[in-house]
């Protein structure tokens, strides 16, 4: 069932428009519906910091196959708590997956639609955002051409994430901070997102 709604979701969300329709509230609602929520259970919070690690955090920018194990076998058992966050967290990356497949720029308007409820989400669950979600939301801003909205996200994120080269990047490349652009040349040169960035 979750497959289907996810599919359905990536279907309608290129067409979807700047305010909520129904077809996303009724997405939302279905999600959270089939959920079974329970603010003791870190599974999906941990995930997201996996992907996070893995995709944004490591020189590669690749996640791996034992990351990709956890979530299959995830959506395998159906005990599984707090599915709609990542299913949340899923169609939010589908959605940029699909329009740069089909070389065109993501709908800024829904993508700040769908961080919001996700973080949203994860508040009332968790309590605390994961650093992923906060970037998220920091390229979601700067889509949609929010610039001091963006660069004041990553000054209070890099508070909490002091270490987060992707964090880094962007307080660089909305700054242009020497102090920022020489940590990152120096300490993480190697780094997928300093060198597509040519930082250097």
């Known amino acids: 069932m979750k497959k289907i709604v996810i599919i359905f979701f990536i279907i ?16 939302i609602k279905e999600l959270k519906k089939d959920s079974k929520i329970d603010k003791n259970d870190k599974t999906v919070y ?3 910091n996996n992907f996070y690690d893995e995709m944004l955090q490591s020189d590669a920018g690749g996640i791996k196959p034992e990351t990709l194990k956890k979530i299959t076998d995830f959506y395998a058992n159906k005990d599984s708590k707090n599915k709609q966050i990542l299913d949340m967290f899923i169609a939010y990356q589908n959605n940029i997956s699909d329009a740069v497949a089909n070389g065109s720029i993501p709908d800024s308007k829904f993508q700040l639609e769908l961080i919001n409820d996700l973080q949203e989400e994860i508040k009332n669950t968790y309590s605390d955002i994961p650093v992923i979600v906060l970037i998220y939301n920091i390229e979601a801003l700067s889509l949609d051409n929010q610039s001091k909205e963006s660069a ?49």
């Open 152 to 200: 004041n996200l990553i000054e209070s994120s890099l508070k909490s994430f002091p270490n987060s080269i992707p964090l880094k990047v962007y307080k660089y490349l909305s700054s242009k901070d020497e102090k920022i652009k020489n940590d990152l040349v120096k300490n993480h040169s190697e780094h997928w997102m300093v060198q597509q960035f040519g930082i250097k």
């Open 46 to 48: 941990n995930l997201l």
């Open 12 to 27: 309608i969300s290129s067409n979807l428009i700047a305010q909520k329709t129904e077809a996303y509230n009724s997405f």
